[in-house]
Nanobody, 122 residues
Framework: EVQLVESGGGLVQAGESLRLSCAAS????????IGWFRQAPGEDFKGIAY????????VYADSMAGRFAISRDSAKNVVYLQIDNLKPEDTAVYSC???????????????WGKGTLVTVSA
Protein backbone atom coordinates (compact mmCIF):
# COMPACT_ATOMS: atom_id res chain seq x y z
CA GLU A 1 0.00 0.00 0.00
CA VAL A 2 1.35 3.39 -1.02
CA GLN A 3 1.57 5.69 1.98
CA LEU A 4 2.83 9.15 2.82
CA VAL A 5 2.59 10.23 6.44
CA GLU A 6 3.41 13.77 7.51
CA SER A 7 4.48 14.81 11.00
CA GLY A 8 6.13 17.68 12.80
CA GLY A 9 3.41 20.31 12.71
CA GLY A 10 2.15 22.22 15.70
CA LEU A 11 1.66 25.62 17.27
CA VAL A 12 4.72 27.86 17.12
CA GLN A 13 5.48 31.54 17.56
CA ALA A 14 6.50 33.85 14.77
CA GLY A 15 10.24 33.73 14.15
CA GLU A 16 10.65 30.11 15.18
CA SER A 17 11.58 27.18 12.94
CA LEU A 18 10.00 23.81 12.23
CA ARG A 19 11.09 20.67 10.44
CA LEU A 20 8.29 18.65 8.91
CA SER A 21 8.71 15.02 7.92
CA CYS A 22 7.07 12.96 5.19
CA ALA A 23 7.55 9.22 5.72
CA ALA A 24 7.07 7.13 2.58
CA SER A 25 6.29 3.45 2.14
CA UNK A 26 4.85 1.04 -0.39
CA UNK A 27 6.58 2.33 -3.53
CA UNK A 28 10.03 2.75 -5.08
CA UNK A 29 11.01 5.87 -3.15
CA UNK A 30 14.12 6.70 -5.17
CA UNK A 31 12.19 6.79 -8.46
CA UNK A 32 9.53 9.27 -7.43
CA UNK A 33 9.43 13.01 -6.98
CA ILE A 34 8.24 13.98 -3.52
CA GLY A 35 6.84 17.45 -3.09
CA TRP A 36 5.60 19.62 -0.26
CA PHE A 37 2.44 21.68 -0.56
CA ARG A 38 0.40 23.80 1.77
CA GLN A 39 -3.23 24.85 2.04
CA ALA A 40 -4.02 27.94 4.05
CA PRO A 41 -7.56 28.41 5.42
CA GLY A 42 -9.94 29.22 2.59
CA GLU A 43 -7.30 28.84 -0.11
CA ASP A 44 -6.23 26.21 -2.60
CA PHE A 45 -3.06 24.16 -2.33
CA LYS A 46 0.21 25.88 -3.20
CA GLY A 47 3.36 24.09 -4.20
CA ILE A 48 6.47 24.71 -2.11
CA ALA A 49 9.19 22.41 -3.46
CA TYR A 50 9.96 18.93 -4.75
CA UNK A 51 12.96 16.62 -4.83
CA UNK A 52 13.94 13.25 -6.23
CA UNK A 53 16.72 10.95 -5.18
CA UNK A 54 17.90 10.19 -8.70
CA UNK A 55 19.03 13.77 -9.28
CA UNK A 56 18.74 15.10 -5.72
CA UNK A 57 18.24 18.63 -7.02
CA UNK A 58 15.49 20.47 -5.17
CA VAL A 59 13.15 22.77 -7.06
CA TYR A 60 11.32 25.56 -5.26
CA ALA A 61 8.34 27.64 -6.18
CA ASP A 62 9.44 31.21 -6.82
CA SER A 63 7.29 32.54 -4.02
CA MET A 64 8.72 30.01 -1.54
CA ALA A 65 12.42 30.54 -2.06
CA GLY A 66 14.45 31.59 0.95
CA ARG A 67 12.83 30.31 4.14
CA PHE A 68 12.04 26.78 2.98
CA ALA A 69 14.45 23.89 2.48
CA ILE A 70 13.55 20.43 1.23
CA SER A 71 15.79 17.43 1.77
CA ARG A 72 15.53 13.67 1.81
CA ASP A 73 17.00 10.70 3.63
CA SER A 74 16.82 7.68 1.36
CA ALA A 75 17.99 5.33 4.09
CA LYS A 76 14.85 6.23 6.05
CA ASN A 77 12.53 6.94 3.10
CA VAL A 78 11.77 10.37 4.52
CA VAL A 79 11.55 13.81 2.93
CA TYR A 80 11.90 16.83 5.18
CA LEU A 81 10.76 20.43 4.91
CA GLN A 82 12.64 22.92 7.04
CA ILE A 83 10.82 26.21 7.55
CA ASP A 84 12.70 29.08 9.14
CA ASN A 85 11.51 32.43 10.48
CA LEU A 86 7.89 31.33 10.52
CA LYS A 87 5.26 34.01 9.95
CA PRO A 88 1.55 34.00 10.81
CA GLU A 89 0.79 33.81 7.08
CA ASP A 90 2.56 30.43 7.02
CA THR A 91 -0.36 28.98 8.98
CA ALA A 92 -1.65 26.10 6.84
CA VAL A 93 -2.00 22.36 6.47
CA TYR A 94 1.25 21.10 4.99
CA SER A 95 1.01 17.98 2.85
CA CYS A 96 3.44 15.92 0.86
CA UNK A 97 2.68 14.28 -2.45
CA UNK A 98 4.43 11.76 -4.67
CA UNK A 99 4.55 11.55 -8.43
CA UNK A 100 6.50 10.03 -11.29
CA UNK A 101 6.75 13.40 -13.01
CA UNK A 102 7.95 16.64 -11.43
CA UNK A 103 5.33 19.24 -10.62
CA UNK A 104 4.55 21.96 -8.13
CA UNK A 105 0.86 21.42 -8.84
CA UNK A 106 -0.68 19.49 -5.95
CA UNK A 107 -3.26 17.89 -8.23
CA UNK A 108 -0.52 16.74 -10.58
CA UNK A 109 0.91 14.35 -8.02
CA UNK A 110 -0.16 10.70 -7.99
CA UNK A 111 -0.71 10.23 -4.26
CA TRP A 112 -0.73 12.35 -1.12
CA GLY A 113 -0.54 12.25 2.63
CA LYS A 114 -3.23 13.63 4.90
CA GLY A 115 -1.20 16.61 6.03
CA THR A 116 0.05 18.17 9.24
CA LEU A 117 -1.24 21.47 10.62
CA VAL A 118 1.16 24.32 11.29
CA THR A 119 -0.20 27.26 13.25
CA VAL A 120 1.97 30.34 13.72
CA SER A 121 1.02 32.86 16.36
CA ALA A 122 2.08 36.49 16.16
Amino acid sequence: EVQLVESGGGLVQAGESLRLSCAASGFAFDNYYIGWFRQAPGEDFKGIAYIRERDNTPVYADSMAGRFAISRDSAKNVVYLQIDNLKPEDTAVYSCGGGYYPTLNYYGMDFWGKGTLVTVSA
